[in-house]
């Protein structure tokens, strides 16, 4: 019989030990399902009342000079802000090759032609020396993603944003409650997206939030997010029966936004403790010979709230058939998204990405493991190093 993984008593709910640890859990707190009880005896289980209080919150705790709009999923959110963006067909977006293919796909919806950028190979974020040589007639747009929860480099992206008269999308799905330079990375881009899918830092069971710097914007927002339709209107007895833009089906449910506001009131818990557990796998993990834990290194007045675990290997396989041995879950999660036919060839100026795509793999990272499971972990890891070495 293989050997499990004890998960002592914390804080948090308990997994069943005979299932192993898995790579993501979700969590939701107690006060969630009571919330949500109570919005299950009311009128308003769709869009209602607790939609707009969520968008409030979200709105107090990270960016309170901006507008938000809380959709069904974080890909709602980006559509949304391409549109908004008005990125039309024909049009080139920069977009890093390593990412969700939610970050580009929402981009073919509207016709538009991701320009795949490489990657840092110290954080998996865009290559920041790489974006002004790919810059033409034709480009509208930026988009930059914080991949694991570690923020690019905002201001050299503004700065690049600036000088083309380009506007910049954030991709925030990884790294709500990340900080950059002291000030929360979710309110310096024009278009900031979260994403509160099941396994995310906060979910909802599923949705998203869209951040808007231009607040005018936002009535066109709210809008397209249902169908076109002004709603405020229509409830007010005033609409005059008419649709005159193309609008979606993209709207947050009084239910989710229960769960939302919920996980909210524990968003600094949340924060300080996948914080603790990250730090723990550095500490194990840091000056392993063949093995790197990303970010490789963090500029000082950065604060981020990981959302994964990335280590580059060579010996990437081997690790996961022994975490898997130990009943350990580990995967790619993502992959660079020029290998999908829908994106067409792959790209030839991606090096780094070509570098590294068989070198990283995400471990576990999630409010249900223990300091002593983290450990359990890396020294799996550090043996199975050993061999090779």
């Known amino acids: 019989m293989k ?16 299932n192993g640890v898995p790579l993501f859990f979700p969590y939701v707190p107690e006060s969630a399902i009571e919330k949500v009880k109570e919005t299950l005896k009311t009128r308003w289980i769709g869009q209602g009342p607790k939609v707009d209080k969520f968008e409030q919150k979200i709105l107090e705790l990270f960016a309170p000079k901006y507008a938000a709009l809380a959709v069904g999923s974080g890909t709602d959110a980006l559509h949304l802000a391409y549109i908004l963006a008005d990125i039309k067909k024909g049009d080139e977006v920069l977009v890093p090759v390593f990412t969700c293919t939610a970050t580009n796909i929402p981009l073919l919806y509207i016709g538009a032609k991701p320009i795949f950028i490489d990657i840092n190979p110290n954080t998996m ?17 930026i988009v930059c993603v914080d991949y694991g929860g570690y923020p690019c480099d905002y201001d050299e ?35 900031t997206i979260f994403s509160f899918q099941a396994i ?86 840091s ?12 500029r000082a007045d ?11 290997t060579d010996h990437r396989l081997e690790i996961m058939k022994a975490l898997r041995e130990h009943n350990i879950e580990s995967a790619q999660v993502h992959y660079r998204n020029d290998r999908y036919s829908i994106f067409g060839k792959r790209t030839k100026h991606c090096n780094n990405m070509d570098e590294i795509e068989n ?31």
Request: net charge positive.
């Open 3 to 18: 050997k499990k993984i004890s998960m002592p008593m914390n804080e948090f709910p308990l997994l069943d030990n005979s």
């Open 125 to 141: 974020n865009i290559d920041l020396k790489k974006i002004e040589s790919h810059i033409t007639k034709k480009t509208k747009a």
């Open 157 to 191: 992206l503004l700065s690049l944003c600036k000088k083309h008269k380009l506007k910049l999308i954030s991709d925030a799905a990884h790294s709500i409650g990340t900080k950059y330079r002291k000030s929360y990375a979710c309110a310096l881009a024009d278009f």
């Open 200 to 285: 995310k830092t906060i979910t909802t069971g599923d949705g998203g939030m869209l951040l808007i710097k231009d607040r005018s914007l936002i009535k066109k927002a709210k809008r397209i997010r249902w169908f076109g339709i002004d709603r405020e209107a229509k409830q007010g007895g005033i609409w005059e029966n008419d649709i005159h833009e193309i609008g979606y089906k993209y709207q947050m449910t009084d239910i989710s936004a229960s769960m939302g506001l919920a996980s909210l009131n524990d968003i600094n818990k949340i924060i300080s403790y996948r914080k603790k557990i990250f730090s723990v796998y550095r500490k194990n993990l």
């Open 287 to 298: 000056g392993l010979k063949g093995l790197e834990v990303l970010p490789k290194s963090s």
């Open 302 to 312: 950065d604060d981020f709230c990981p959302w994964m675990v990335t280590i580059l």
């Open 359 to 389: 070198k990283y793999l995400v471990l576990p990272l999630h409010m249900r493991l223990k300091d002593k499971d983290v450990k359990t972990i890396c020294n799996i890891i550090k043996k199975t190093i050993e061999k090779y070495q």
